[in-house]
C-alpha cells in the first residue's frame, strides 16, 4: 500500500500594489555568485521584495522617481536613484562584502566587551518598539517548499512509495504560495484574508499559511514558536537575557547615516532555550537579525531551525518586518529533509481607521476563489521570481494532477491499493477505497476483533465502516457502521447499525442514529482496553471487566448554536439485561477462581439487576468564550480561546415511555483549561461538580462512575485515577471530580548531564473526588498524586500514591501512549 507522509508547513507573508512597471534583476557577490533572500525596497516607501535562491529578483511599482535599496547581512548596502516609467527596467546588482569596523577597546582581561552596553540599551527600549505601531494594515505574500532528501525504503514493515508526490530530481515534496491582507491591532486583534492560494499537484487544495504567525516580533520576551517548543526561547533582548546570553561586538558600519552594531549572540549554557547568532542594531532597535535553535534546545525531529529578518523605515524612526525567511532540516525515523518558507510584508498602513467591530473572533478567513487563480494572475502578484526547480515542479504536478484526475486513473491506483494483505489486516484491519467517488469502506482488524471476557469466552466480532465525502475539499460526508460480536461462551449474538450525517461542517453540524444490541461496561465513560482485559483475565485471572447487555435506540444530533456554544442533545431508549460469567477459561492453572459479573458484590453469582427499560434525554451545552476561528471553504477550523472552557449538562430518565422503568435526574458543570506559563512550562486541569436532583428509580449503570485502573497500562486521560477501584465508588447523589496536571516541559531534566539528550518532560499530577451515597452517611475523599516523565508527547510512565480519606491506600506504576489530547481553551501568560 502507499504509504504517505504530510510534513507541516510553517507560515509567513508579503504584499503587492497594483502597479504598472517592472523592475527585474540579478544579483551577485564580488565572486559572481548569487546573493539568496536579499531584501529589496524603494526607500521612503514600504514597497518591496526579496530576491530568491538565485539572487533574482521582480518588483512591480508605478511610475516615480526612486532610490532602491538592496540589502543583505554580510553585504554592503547598495543604492541608486532610478526613474520609472511604463517600461520594464533591468537592474543586475554586484554587492561588496561588509567591512566592519571594530571600536577602539581598553586591552584588559576582565574588560565587559562594548555589545553589552549596547545590548543594555537595546533591552532598555524594547517596550518602546514593541509598542510603538498600535495597529497597522499590509500585504503578505508566503511561499512554503518543502524537500525529502532521503527516506527508507520500508517502514512499520510497509514499502514507502511517494510516487508523483515527490520530484525524484529535485527532491520536492510541498510547494505553495498565498497572498492575503493582514490587518493587526494592539494588543492582540489581528484578521486575516487570504485572497489567492496555490498548491502544486492541487489546484483545488487551500493553503494552510497563516502569515501573522510568522511575523515573530523579537521585541517580545519569549518567543513562541508553537509545538515546535512550547515553552517558548528567550529572545536575546529580553529584560532576563543577560542570564541567558553573552554578547560579542564583531563590528559596526554606516547605512544611511546610521551605525549599524553586529553583535554575536552566545548561549551562556548550551542546553537553555536560547538562540544562537547574529543580530544587527541601530538606534538601539533590531536592524535585522539571523539566529538559530538546535536539537540542543530540547526540539524534536527538526534538527536546526533558523530565523532571518529584516527591518525598513516605513516612517521616520517607525520601522516594520520587510522580509522573512524560516530555513528547516529534520530527521526522524530514516526520513531526512529540508524547507524554505519565505515571506515578505509590504504595503504597510500604520495609521489605519477600522470600523467599528472589524475585529472579532474570526482571525483568518480564506476566500472561496482564492485557489481559482490562473497563471497570469500569478505572473503578476508574484513579488519573489520562482527557481528553474519551482517552475519545473509546478509543470509536472498540475499536469500530473490533470491527468490523475480521471476515473480511470484513480481506479488503477485503487486496483493497487486495495489489494488485501492478511498481515495487515491482522494488524490494522483493511481499507477499500474509491478515490473517484470519495468514498472507502474499512474493516476492523484481527487483534482488534478477537478477545476474552469471562462473561462472553472467547469473542469474535467485526466492525464494517462506510464513508462517503461530498467532494475533495468538502468535509459534508456520511458514515454507515455496522457492528457485530459472537460470544462463544455464552454463544450469543450482539448487531447494532450507526448512520452519521455530518452536513454542516461550519457550525460542526451532525446527526447520528443507532439501534441494534451490545454489551456494555457499566461505566459508559470508561475505556477499558479488550487486550489489556483478556491479558489481564488470562494470564493473572484478573477479570476486572463488568458487562450487561443492552438492546437500544438512539437518536442525536451536535450543532454549533453561535460561535463557541456547541450543543449535543440524545434521546435514548435502552433494555437492559444483566450477563453473569459463562466461561472459567484461562492460561494461568494458580488456583484463583474469577470474580463474579456483579460489578457491586463481585464475591457473589447471584444476578446482580433485574432486567429494566430505561429512557432518557440528554443536552449538553459546551461555551468557549471568545472563541477564535479560521474559516476556510472546506469548513469551520477552531484555534481556541484565551478563556477557560465552561460545559452544563442535563440528564433525565422519564419512567412509563415503552415501559420505562427509570427515574432520576443529573445536573452537572464542568470546567476546563490549559495554561501555559513560558519558560515555566503548562498547566491543563478539569474539574466536574454533578448532582442527582432526583434518584427515585436508578440501576447501578446509570450511576456517576469515576474511571479507575487496576493495571500497569494507562492512555493517560486526564480524567483518569490511576489505582482506583473500577466500580466501588459509584454515586448516585453529589460529587465533586477534580483533575490537574503540571508538565515542567524539561524544566529539571534538562539541567541533569546524563539525561538532557533523552528530552524528557516532567509531569506532576493531582486528581480528587468527593462524593456522597444514598442510604449512608459515608463521604469518601479520594486524591492521587503522580509523578511522572514523557517523551515526545506521547510515551508516558507515572509513579502514584492514592490517598482515601487522608490515609495513604495504594501506590504503583502505569505506563502507557498518552492518546488522550485536549479539545480545549489554551491560555499563554508572560
Known amino acids: 500500500m502507499k504509504f504517505r507522509v504530510f510534513l507541516f508547513s510553517f507560515l509567513l507573508g508579503f504584499s503587492l500594489l497594483g502597479k504598472s512597471a517592472t523592475i527585474s534583476g540579478e544579483i551577485i557577490d564580488d565572486h559572481k555568485l548569487p546573493v539568496p533572500f536579499c531584501s529589496i525596497y524603494l526607500k521612503g516607501t514600504t514597497i518591496g521584495t526579496t530576491a530568491n535562491i538565485d539572487g533574482k529578483f521582480f518588483l512591480e511599482v508605478s511610475p516615480g522617481n526612486f532610490e532602491i535599496v538592496f540589502r543583505s547581512i554580510g553585504y554592503k548596502l547598495y543604492s541608486k536613484q532610478i526613474t520609472v516609467g511604463n517600461e520594464a527596467i533591468v537592474i543586475n546588482v554586484t554587492l561588496e562584502p561588509e567591512s566592519y569596523q571594530l571600536r577602539e577597546a581598553t586591552v584588559n582581561a576582565s574588560a565587559e566587551d ?96 497563516k502569515s501573522y504567525d510568522l511575523q515573530v516580533i523579537f521585541y517580545n520576551s ?51 532555550p536560547v538562540f544562537t547568532g547574529d543580530i544587527l542594531e541601530d538606534s538601539w532597535r533590531i536592524h535585522s537579525l539571523d539566529l538559530y535553535i538546535s536539537k540542543d534546545q530540547q526540539i524534536e525531529f527538526i534538527d536546526t531551525f533558523r530565523i532571518t529578518e529584516t527591518y525598513i523605515p516605513v516612517e521616520k524612526d517607525v520601522w516594520m518586518m520587510l522580509n522573512s525567511e524560516f530555513n528547516f532540516e529534520f530527521s526522524a525515523l530514516g526520513f531526512r529533509g529540508k524547507g524554505l518558507i519565505l515571506g515578505v ?55 500530473l494532477y490533470v491527468a490523475h484526475s480521471t476515473k480511470e486513473y484513480k481506479d488503477s491506483v485503487d486496483k493497487v491499493n486495495n489489494k488485501f494483505s492478511l498481515i495487515q489486516f491482522a494488524l490494522a484491519g483493511y481499507r477499500k477505497q474509491n478515490t473517484y467517488n470519495f468514498s472507502a469502506t474499512t474493516f476492523s482488524g484481527l487483534s482488534q476483533n478477537i478477545h476474552f471476557n469471562t462473561v462472553e469466552g472467547w469473542v469474535a466480532g467485526l466492525t464494517v465502516r462506510y464513508d462517503k465525502f461530498k467532494g475533495e475539499e468538502d468535509r459534508r460526508s456520511y458514515s454507515v457502521i455496522a457492528e457485530s460480536r459472537y460470544g462463544f461462551s455464552n454463544t450469543h449474538f450482539n448487531g447494532n447499525l450507526t448512520f452519521q450525517h455530518r452536513y454542516n461542517p461550519y457550525r460542526f453540524s451532525a446527526y447520528t442514529l443507532r439501534a441494534g444490541t451490545e454489551v456494555r461496561d457499566f461505566n459508559e465513560r470508561a475505556h477499558f482496553s479488550p487486550l489489556v482485559n483478556t491479558l489481564y483475565t488470562l494470564i493473572a485471572n484478573e477479570n476486572w471487566l463488568k458487562l450487561y447487555e443492552s438492546r437500544f435506540g438512539e437518536a442525536a444530533h451536535r450543532m454549533e448554536i453561535f460561535n463557541g456554544i456547541l450543543m449535543r442533545a440524545k434521546a435514548s431508549y435502552d433494555d437492559r439485561l444483566p450477563l453473569v460469567n459463562t466461561s472459567d477459561y484461562s492460561w494461568n492453572d494458580n488456583g484463583k477462581k ?122 493517560f486521560s486526564l480524567i483518569d485515577f490511576a489505582l482506583l477501584d473500577y466500580y466501588k465508588y459509584a454515586t448516585n447523589r453529589d460529587y465533586v471530580e477534580l483533575h490537574g496536571e503540571y508538565n515542567m516541559g524539561g524544566l529539571i531534566l534538562n539541567k541533569i548531564v546524563l539525561l538532557r539528550s533523552l528530552k524528557l518532560n516532567e509531569i506532576i499530577g493531582a486528581h480528587y473526588f468527593h462524593a456522597r451515597y444514598t442510604g449512608t452517611t459515608l463521604i469518601k475523599n479520594y486524591y492521587e498524586t503522580s509523578f511522572g516523565i514523557e517523551k515526545f508527547g506521547l510515551l508516558r510512565a507515572d509513579f502514584v500514591l492514592g490517598f482515601e480519606d487522608g490515609t495513604k491506600a495504594r501506590t504503583g506504576f502505569v505506563l502507557g501512549l498518552k492518546l488522550n489530547i485536549s479539545d480545549g481553551s489554551i491560555r499563554v501568560t508572560d
Open 222 to 272: 519569549l518567543i513562541s514558536l508553537g509545538n515546535l517548543s512550547p515553552r517558548g526561547i528567550v529572545s536575546p533582548i529580553s529584560a532576563t537575557a543577560m542570564m541567558y546570553y553573552d554578547y560579542k561586538l564583531e563590528g559596526t558600519f554606516t547605512q544611511h547615516g546610521q551605525v549599524v552594531n553586529k553583535i554575536k549572540v552566545i548561549p551562556k549554557r548550551k542546553h537553555d
Open 345 to 399: 510584508f509590504s504595503n504597510y498602513n500604520i495609521h489605519p481607521d477600522f470600523p467599528k467591530h472589524f475585529f472579532d473572533n474570526e482571525v483568518m478567513k480564506i476566500n472561496r476563489d482564492a485557489n481559482k487563480k490562473d497563471t497570469v494572475y500569478w505572473e503578476e502578484v508574484r513579488p519573489v521570481p520562482l527557481t528553474l526547480e519551482e517552475n519545473r515542479d509546478y509543470v509536472k504536478r498540475d499536469s
Open 594 to 715: 474469577y470474580l463474579s459479573n456483579d460489578p457491586q458484590h463481585p464475591e457473589t453469582d447471584s444476578l446482580h439487576f433485574t432486567r429494566n427499560q430505561s429512557f432518557r434525554l440528554d443536552i449538553n451545552f459546551r461555551f468557549r468564550y471568545k472563541q477564535k476561528y479560521t474559516m476556510r471553504p472546506e469548513g469551520k477550523n477552531v484555534i481556541g480561546s484565551d478563556f477557560p472552557q465552561l460545559s452544563v449538562g442535563y440528564t433525565i430518565a422519564i419512567p412509563g415511555v415503552a415501559g420505562s422503568d427509570m427515574e432520576y435526574d443529573l445536573a452537572t458543570a464542568t470546567i476546563f483549561d490549559e495554561i501555559r506559563f513560558g519558560l515555566f512550562g503548562s498547566i491543563r486541569y478539569q474539574g466536574t461538580y454533578g448532582n442527582f436532583l432526583r434518584n427515585k428509580k436508578m440501576e447501578f449503570m446509570d450511576y456517576h462512575h469515576f474511571n479507575g485502573n487496576k493495571t500497569i497500562f494507562s492512555d
Open 114 to 209: 562594548p555589545a553589552y552596553a549596547i545590548i543594555r540599551k537595546a533591552i532598555k527600549n524594547r517596550k518602546k518598539y514593541l509598542n510603538e505601531v498600535d495597529a497597522f494594515t499590509c500585504k503578505s505574500y508566503v511561499k512554503s517548499t518543502q524537500k525529502l532528501i532521503s527516506y527508507p525504503k520500508k517502514f512499520l514493515g510497509q514499502d514507502v512509495n511517494f510516487g508523483d508526490y515527490l520530484d525524484t530530481v529535485s527532491k520536492i515534496f510541498y510547494l505553495s504560495e498565498s497572498v492575503a491582507n493582514l490587518s493587526y491591532q494592539a494588543p492582540e486583534k489581528v484578521k486575516e484574508e487570504m485572497i489567492s492560494s496555490k498548491v502544486s499537484g492541487n489546484s483545488r487544495s487551500f493553503s494552510f499559511n
